[in-house]
């Protein structure tokens, strides 16, 4: 079966070994050994890893004979940003709106208080 | 095998029904059954896609006896968006550098195309 661009990209993230690779990715490429060394499991396992993020289009690997350093494509990113950018109004909406409820709920708490207080 | 809370919702959204389906509840809750009638899958499918965004947080299902109303829980999605943050100044920064260099390019055509021109 065919996997859509953002599929691929989300199914690549959903692994927290994939996410801790970009992670790396993200301070500078290395080299397959080098990435392996943070990591609990066989350089075949962490190749078959790089497979899938490279597959997404989320890594990019050098073509050099004895080194072939992984490289993070961020902007590959940028798609899973763009759709979550339709997401954003709403969850900010919500955000703002459970802001209100707690001023609300800490006002009418404040009130309570005082008037607690000011009886003898 | 447990999966963490951010792999799950990666999965969840690894699959265009799923996002087709999350882009429909964004407009409002909606049943089951207007849920799948713009999509070509039988209901016990869809009810898997939801069970699926269901256990990723991303939805809620109403307790009403009779009609369980699905509703989009857009909150979940800034967790999302909380990981990708981490990668937004890499790709703002290669997407800089990538509109500089068009620059370049563009402005040396320019020189190029007023020396051709300024030949006799």
Redesign the interface.
């Known amino acids: 079966m065919q996997t859509?661009v953002?599929?691929?990209?989300?199914?690549a993230?959903?692994?927290?070994t994939r996410?801790a690779i970009?992670?790396r990715l993200?301070r500078g490429e290395t080299s397959v050994g080098e990435l392996s060394k943070p990591f609990e499991i066989s350089a075949p396992a962490i190749s078959k890893h790089l497979k899938v993020l490279e597959k997404a289009g989320l890594i990019a690997r050098g073509r050099e004979a004895q080194w072939r350093p992984c490289k993070?494509n961020?902007?590959a990113?940028?798609e899973?940003?763009n759709?979550?950018e339709?997401?954003?109004r709403?969850?900010e909406e919500?955000?703002d709106r459970l802001d209100d409820y707690l001023n609300q709920l800490k006002s009418k708490e404040t009130k309570r208080e005082r008037r607690s207080r000011s009886k003898p």
């Open positions: 859509d953002l599929s691929a990209k989300f199914a993230l959903a692994d927290p996410r970009l992670a993200a993070l961020a902007t990113l940028k899973v940003d759709w979550l339709e997401y954003r709403l969850w919500r955000l």
